[in-house]
């Protein structure tokens, strides 16, 4: 059974930095392209990175280049994404996402406020 399981987020000021992490079980995690996506409120699904399963390849959304990375570690089956140079406009619930069935977790929720 395919679990994602999101956790780190929680209230940051902007400027500051954040770094969520993603455990993934029940399938071949170092055999699939990750990806993080979020929801910010009333809002739809917004794709932010991606990574392929060696971690060789990554890519990013424009609203995130340069301030955001994600990383993996296949050894600990975890997906990670650092987040620098927060935003207001990155508050939102962040998902992450198994590419070739869109699967994703829960979801933890990044609030960016003063």
């Known amino acids: 059974q395919v679990q994602l399981v999101e956790s780190g987020g929680g209230l940051v000021q902007p400027g500051g930095s954040l770094r969520l992490s993603c455990a993934a079980s029940g399938f071949p995690f170092s055999r699939y392209t990750m990806s993080w996506v979020r929801q910010a409120p009333g809002k739809g699904l917004e794709w932010v990175l991606a990574i392929t399963r060696g971690g060789d390849s990554t890519s990013y959304a424009a609203s995130v280049k340069g301030r955001f990375t994600i990383s993996r570690d296949n050894a600990k089956n975890t997906l990670y994404l650092q987040m620098n140079s927060l935003k207001h406009e990155d508050t939102a619930v962040y998902f992450c996402?198994?590419?070739?069935?869109?699967?994703r977790g829960q979801g933890t929720q990044v609030t960016v406020s003063s």
């Open positions: 996402r198994k590419e070739d069935d869109g699967r």
